[in-house]
C-alpha cells in the first residue's frame, strides 16, 4: 500500500482570464476548484492509475470538507486528522502567464501532530510512505524527520517530494525514492545544473549516500533515473503545454504504479515522464488513458 502525506493541503482554485489588470476590476471566463496539495495530487494519479493508495494529512473547516468531498468521488481512500481552523486556498490566475497566490495553512497542535505521528506508526512493513510538499511553519522544523525514522523503524519505505533544507536533513536518512528537479538537484551541491552529465554525477553522489532511485526532472531537456544499476535519460512526447501545476506530481504518482506493480525500472519511468507529459498536457491531473497514450511515445536511452 502507498501512502501519501500532505501536512497542507490546499483548495486550489483556479481563474482564467483574457488578462489580468492590477488595481482594476477583473472578471472570470471560467474558473474551477480541486483538491490540492503535492500527496494529494499523487493520491489522485494512483487512483486512475489503479494503484490501492490512502491520502494522510491535516484538515479543517469548509475547505477541508469540500477536500474530503471531491477524494470520495474519486474512490480515494483517506486518513485525516481534523484541525480547528481552515485548510487553504491557493489561487491561481491564469491570464497568458500564470500568477499564484497561496494562502496560509492552518495551526496543528501538539496533540493533533501526536496523532498524524500515530497514524505513520500503524503503517505495515513494506509499505510505502510518500512526504510530499512542504512542513507547516506551526510544525517542528524535523517533522518530516521524525516520520521518516518511525516509518523506517518498521520497515517502511519513504519517498521524498520536497526542496530545500528539508530535503537535504531528509537525504541523511537514506529515502527509497527522491524526484527533484535540477535546480532542486543543484541546491543540494550548492551549484548550477548545466548539462544531463552533470546531474547524472550529482546524482551518483547521492547513490553514495544510500538514496536508491532518483528521478531528475530537467524542463525541456526531459528527464533522468539513476540508481546503482542503471542510467536513463528519457526525451518527453511533444504537445502543447496546458497546465504546469501537478506535473512532477504526476512523474512521482507515475514511477510508484510502476514500481508497486513490479514492473522493470525502464518501464517505471517511462511511464513516470508518460504520466508527467500527460498532466502537463491536460487542464487537470491526468488520466490513465492520456498517459498511456503517451507512453510509446516516451524515448528512453540507456546512458553508460
Known amino acids: 500500500m502507498i501512502y501519501t502525506c500532505t501536512l497542507n493541503p490546499a483548495i486550489d482554485y483556479v481563474v482564467h482570464l483574457d488578462r489580468f489588470e492590477p488595481g482594476e476590476l477583473n472578471r472570470a471566463?471560467?474558473?474551477?476548484?480541486?483538491?490540492?496539495?503535492?500527496?494529494?495530487?499523487?493520491?489522485?494519479?494512483?487512483?486512475r492509475f489503479g494503484a490501492e493508495n490512502t491520502a494522510l494529512g491535516f484538515l479543517g473547516g469548509f475547505t477541508g470538507d469540500f477536500i474530503i468531498n471531491e477524494l470520495d468521488k474519486e474512490g480515494i481512500r483517506h486518513r485525516f486528522i481534523r484541525v480547528a481552523e481552515d485548510t487553504r486556498i491557493n489561487v491561481k490566475v491564469k491570464a497568458g502567464k500564470e500568477t499564484e497566490i497561496n494562502g496560509q495553512g492552518p495551526t496543528v497542535t501538539l496533540k493533533e501532530s501526536e496523532q498524524f505521528k500515530?497514524?505513520?506508526?500503524?503503517?505495515?512493513?513494506?509499505?510505502?510512505?510518500l512526504l510530499a510538499?512542504?512542513?507547516?511553519?506551526?510544525?517542528?522544523?524535523?517533522?518530516?524527520?521524525?516520520?521518516?525514522?518511525?516509518?523506517?523503524?518498521?520497515?517502511?519505505?519513504?519517498?521524498?517530494?520536497?526542496?530545500?533544507?528539508?530535503?537535504?536533513?531528509l537525504l541523511q536518512h537514506k529515502p527509497f525514492f527522491i524526484k527533484p528537479n535540477h535546480h532542486e538537484l543543484g541546491e543540494l551541491f550548492q551549484t548550477s545544473i548545466q548539462s544531463k552529465e552533470q546531474a547524472i554525477h550529482l546524482a551518483k553522489k547521492l547513490m553514495e549516500k544510500g538514496i536508491e532511485n532518483v528521478i531528475i526532472s530537467m524542463a525541456g531537456e526531459g528527464a533522468l533515473f539513476v540508481n546503482k544499476d542503471?542510467?536513463?535519460?528519457?526525451?518527453?512526447?511533444?504537445?502543447?503545454?496546458?497546465?504546469?501545476?501537478?506535473?512532477?506530481?504526476?512523474?512521482?504518482?507515475?514511477?510508484?504504479?510502476?514500481?508497486?506493480?513490479?514492473?522493470?525500472?525502464?518501464?517505471?519511468?517511462?511511464?513516470?515522464?508518460?504520466?508527467?507529459?500527460?498532466?502537463?498536457?491536460?487542464?487537470?491531473l491526468c488520466t490513465k488513458e492520456k498517459a498511456e497514450q503517451l507512453y510509446s511515445e516516451v524515448q528512453i536511452s540507456e546512458i553508460e
Do not use: H, W
Not at 144 to 165: C, F, H, N, W
Not at 259 to 278: C, D, L, N, T
Open 133 to 169: 510538499g512542504s512542513v507547516l511553519s506551526c510544525l517542528p522544523k524535523n517533522y518530516y524527520t521524525q516520520l521518516m525514522e518511525l516509518a523506517k523503524e518498521r520497515g517502511i519505505k519513504v519517498a521524498v517530494d520536497t526542496s530545500g533544507p528539508v530535503l537535504k536533513e
Open 29 to 47: 471566463l471560467s474558473t474551477s476548484k480541486f483538491a490540492g496539495g503535492k500527496g494529494i495530487n499523487v493520491s489522485r494519479v494512483l487512483t
Open 230 to 284: 542503471i542510467v536513463l535519460s528519457a526525451k518527453p512526447p511533444q504537445g502543447q503545454v496546458k497546465n504546469s501545476v501537478g506535473a512532477g506530481d504526476s512523474m512521482v504518482a507515475g514511477f510508484l504504479a510502476g514500481y508497486v506493480k513490479g514492473k522493470p525500472m525502464q518501464e517505471a519511468f517511462r511511464f513516470s515522464v508518460a504520466a508527467g507529459s500527460a498532466t502537463a498536457f491536460s487542464e487537470d
Open 118 to 129: 500515530a497514524l505513520v506508526e500503524r503503517l505495515n512493513e513494506g509499505d510505502i510512505l
